[in-house]
């Protein structure tokens, strides 16, 4: 089974240029999320998908951040205009609905962003 | 605030002896507690994991124990191998979907 795809893998930007990180996750997996992992720190959520319907964005800067999973499979995440304090792995995780109470989720290996 | 703490940065073990990751957490809420390991340049990857009506799961050489009244969870890893050399993250669910990570605590295995 071919795990969570992300790309590019890595991202150097000017501070006030735009970028966008793509994720294609697990075959069937309904859930999706896009985590922003800062040096030295955990996982911080930003966004939680369900099919193509967003279930939680509350930790997502929405003045400059936006996401979409228009059909319900790949998600692409936007930093415009992107800020110094946004350099971090970008992780998307997918898992399947019905796993009743296992909250295992498959991440992919990460786009790292370097804002200069 | 934090709400998932690992307050060691950092372990160092000696092949074959038991390796104990340490975890805690401030929010009642959490229901279900898991363990990532994680590789430089990979995404983690899930180990173990244990919800909080249990306190005790156990999947081959490791061992996740819950206390819940201490509010604190810990990872045994018993014996340790070289391979075992990565960052474990402590995630927490509870309420909403999404994982509450730990800042992670770096496993170094030395022969």
């Known amino acids: 089974e071919a795990g969570v795809a992300q790309s590019p893998r890595y991202k150097i930007i000017e501070k006030r240029q735009s970028v966008a990180f793509w994720c294609n996750p697990i075959?069937?997996?309904?859930?999706l999320y896009w985590y922003q992992q800062i040096l030295g720190q955990g996982p911080k959520l930003l966004i939680q998908f369900q099919n193509n319907g967003v279930v939680d964005d509350s930790q997502l800067p929405k003045d400059r951040f936006s996401a979409e999973r228009l059909k319900g499979v790949d998600s692409t995440l936007k930093i415009q205009p992107a800020k110094l304090e946004d350099s971090a792995v970008y992780l998307c995780a997918s898992r399947p609905l019905g796993e009743g109470d296992q909250e295992t989720q498959y991440f992919g290996p990460g786009t790292r962003l370097l804002v200069l | 605030d934090q709400q998932v703490k690992q307050n060691s940065p950092s372990l160092s073990v000696q092949e074959g002896r038991i390796s104990i990751l340490n975890c805690d957490y401030t929010?009642?809420?959490?229901?279900?507690f898991l363990w990532y390991k994680k590789y430089p340049a990979e995404g983690p990857t899930f180990l173990i994991s244990i919800s909080s009506i249990k306190d005790k799961n156990e999947d081959g050489r490791f061992t996740v124990f819950l206390n819940k009244s201490a509010k604190h969870l810990s990872l045994h890893i018993v014996p340790s191998q070289p391979g075992d050399s990565a960052v474990y993250f402590c995630a927490a669910r509870g309420g909403a979907d999404g994982l509450t990570f730990g800042k992670g605590t770096h496993l170094i295995i030395q022969p």
């Open positions: 075959s069937g997996h309904a859930t």
């Open positions: 929010n009642s809420m959490f229901d279900y």
